[in-house]
């Protein structure tokens, strides 16, 4: 084999490792793109779950009404607790069990809004919780029991107890929706929104339930 020839088919050999290596790199690289895309894919997947914690999406009407709510609802749930072993009236068990039900989780949901918001979860000591009115437009917080009202709830039994029930949770029902109905005009946050109609909803049927209890 002459130089000319040796040195044709050593160019072609160099040319034909050049493509080679090419070709893998440009392997390598896609799987690497195709593994960013997944990596952001991932991640934006997991951005879009995260709720919101941007102060912009509430104010301080949401604010104040969600640690209002919380011992509003842990009320109702501690009256609803009262029932078991002081009447037999299933419709009025099952309705109070309904109750914990919807409440508990709603407390857990409220709770976990103000430590992502960096709130305190509930007001300070001292201040009035029957009362909003610190929030100009936002009103009260109505429908809260005194200890006098839990106090004859504990000490009565039988048809007395399913009465005084119903009347004080129709009472208490009734201040929920109220102040739902104030956040959704005074408010900014679309959660508080949502649970603000959920909660009226949910309630106002169970109001309607209680007074045909009561037979009115």
Known sequence: MNTR???AVFVAAVAAGALIVAGCSND?????SMDSMDSMGSM?????????????DRNAADVMWTQM?????????????????????????EL???IQAAQDPEIEQ??????????????????????MGTMGQMGDMGGMMTA?????????????????????????HQGAIDSSQQIQANGRSEQVDELA???????????EQMKSMLGQ
């Open 69 to 93: 709510m919380i011992p509003h609802h842990q009320q109702a749930v501690e009256m609803a607790a009262l029932a078991q072993g002081r009447t037999d009236n299933a419709e009025l068990l």
């Open 148 to 172: 006098e009202d839990m106090a004859r709830l504990e000490n009565s039994t039988g048809a007395e107890f399913d009465r005084a029930w119903l009347e004080m949770m129709i009472a208490h």
């Open 197 to 207: 109609g959920k909660i009226i909803s949910g309630q106002q049927a169970e109001i």
């Open 44 to 56: 934006s997947m997991t951005m879009s779950a995260q709720p919101s914690e941007n102060s912009s």
């Open 96 to 98: 109070a069990s309904q």
């Open 110 to 131: 409220m709770t976990g809004w103000l430590t992502a918001w960096g709130e305190p979860t509930m007001m300070n000591e001292g201040m009035d919780h029957s009362s």
């Open 28 to 32: 390598d690289n896609q799987g690497h």
């Open 5 to 7: 020839t040796r040195t």
